[in-house]
């Protein structure tokens, strides 16, 4: 049987959604300062040239990925159930859904958790995610306000340390090795949750 020839390869390569990922896993082992258009056509086998029918540049590139993690962040924050029900419940299914978006799109998040604003896509990013802070901020605080969770804690330290815990699961995490997205969340839930919540008044 002759060997297979590196043309199903290339046509992947060619696929926008391939070139995407691929790129976004160079930027991750490489940082995305350290990753030149060359790095990424080997990474992809096709050529520099093949990479432009599809994008202006590696910024272009960056952009989508980030957008790939932001997105999903604020169709959680749009979703009916992060504005329905107690403060404690919508954090709760907030922590939740935050765990399973990390770890769907895993690569995405990763990268999105190194950008410094070294650029103006960086800066929006970084927009973004404070927009997506201040979400979370404006929740905890409300928890707290109810008595939901325990008033001796300060929310803004809750909010860092919490999503502290969420964002750190990119620098251990293995899919092929790992828990599933549900059992990171139960996980998390009772060593966070149980700890937060507000006792009853005697």
């Not at 989508?64 to 419940?89: H, P």
């Not at 293995?174 to 060593?191: E, F, H, I, W, Y």
């Amino acid at each position: 049987m002759a060997p297979p020839t590196p043309t199903r390869h290339r046509k992947r390569g060619h696929d926008p959604e391939s070139v995407l990922s691929i790129a976004v896993g160079v930027f991750n082992e490489r940082g995305y300062d350290g990753t030149s258009m060359e790095d990424l056509a080997r990474a992809l086998g096709v050529t520099k040239s093949a990479i432009y029918y599809h994008v202006p540049g590696k910024e272009q590139l960056l952009a989508r990925a980030l957008d790939r993690a932001l997105d999903g962040l604020f169709e959680m924050v749009a979703d009916q159930r992060a504005a329905t029900g107690t403060a404690i419940e919508r954090l709760e299914w907030v922590v939740r859904q935050s765990v399973r978006i990390l770890i769907d799109r895993l690569p995405y998040v990763t990268l999105l958790l190194r950008v410094r604003g070294n650029s103006a896509t960086e800066q929006a990013a970084l927009q973004r995610r404070r927009e997506f802070d201040r979400f979370i901020s404006h929740l905890v605080k409300e928890a707290a306000a109810d008595g939901s969770i325990r008033p001796d804690v300060d929310p803004a330290l809750v909010t860092r340390l919490l999503f502290g815990t969420v964002n750190s699961i990119t620098e251990w995490y293995q899919p092929a090795r790992g828990a599933s997205a549900d059992d990171l969340a139960d996980a998390l839930m009772k060593m966070t949750f149980d700890g937060l919540r507000g006792r009853p008044a005697a």
